[in-house]
């Protein structure tokens, strides 16, 4: 797989994306990452990339004819490289919102899939060149960031550690939670106790059925607490149901 983003801050993408899990992917040669600014494609002496927007207001707009010519390069980079079925995907909180399945289907592309990430600055992108390049808007929450090279990171970084190989044995198994439909367990470290209580007796007990049975009602009972919408998306298993209701007993057992 390979990842072009199109950005007026190049060096924030690419060193950004050299660290932890994604850094070691690109070493290892797991996916490709490019990055092109449409300041490099800007015609005139002082390669202007931005203007006043029609209609007057505050901020300026991207023009297009750099973000263009930025984006044929790429997709002519990728071509030549052997990569097909280019997705050229903007960064917006007007997009779609970002989630685990869409995550999950984009990271099931073949080997020689590209995507072009399109990151905005200033007050947003002429939305003719949007219009005419960009295959689909994706937000990854609802607020508004200075830029979508963070954004961006986000998106590749989420894709890229779906991608086979990427993670170890260790990382892949926490991520299962999620894909779960349910919320992470606590997790506790060294010392037994510490200014903030003593670690749960049964993750010391050694007895590996009750430690999984023990984990699975504390992610139950967290996402119940705090994300219920999660569990009335999902069927629970028998021993799920008996397990939230155990934690849904003890709950009210602390609250008399
Ligand atoms: C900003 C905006 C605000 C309201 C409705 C639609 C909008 N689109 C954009 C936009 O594309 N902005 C560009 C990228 C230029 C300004 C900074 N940008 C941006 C992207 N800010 N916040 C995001 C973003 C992207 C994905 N998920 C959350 C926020």
């Known amino acids: 797989m390979r990842i072009d983003v199109v950005t007026l801050f190049p060096e924030m993408v690419e060193h950004a994306a050299a660290f932890g899990v994604t850094g070691r992917a690109l070493e290892r040669g797991l996916w490709r990452l490019g990055t092109w600014n449409p300041r490099d494609f800007a015609t005139d002496s002082y390669r202007t990339v931005d203007d006043r927007p029609y209609g007057g207001g505050p901020g300026m707009v991207m023009l297009a004819e750099p973000l263009a010519k930025a984006l044929a390069a790429a997709r002519a980079t990728q071509h030549d490289d052997g990569f097909g079925a280019t997705r050229t995907i903007c960064l917006s909180p007007a997009g779609a919102p970002l989630t685990h399945a869409r995550v999950a289907e984009l990271a ?120 219920p919408e999660m569990l009335r998306h999902r069927a629970l298993s028998n021993e799920e149901t008996t397990l939230l209701a155990e934690y849904q007993r003890e709950r009210q057992q602390v609250q008399q």
Not at 153 to 159: G, K, N, T, V
Not at 160 to 172: F, H, I, K, M, T
Request: hydrophobic share 40%.
């Open 108 to 227: 099931a592309a073949g080997d020689g899939t590209a995507y072009l990430l399109v990151a905005g600055r200033y007050e947003g992108i002429d939305e003719r060149l949007v219009q005419r390049e960009v295959d689909e808007e994706i937000s990854i929450g609802d607020f508004v960031v200075s830029g979508g090279e963070l954004p961006a990171l986000m998106l590749i970084d989420a894709i890229v550690r779906q991608r086979p190989g990427v993670l170890n044995d260790a990382e892949s198994a926490v991520q299962d939670s999620f894909v779960g439909g349910r919320l992470d367990c606590p997790h506790y470290t060294r010392p037994e106790q510490d200014a903030g209580g003593k670690v749960p007796d049964v993750l010391l007990s050694g007895n590996h059925a009750a430690i999984r049975r023990w984990r699975l009602k504390q992610a139950l009972g967290r996402t119940w607490e705090r994300r």
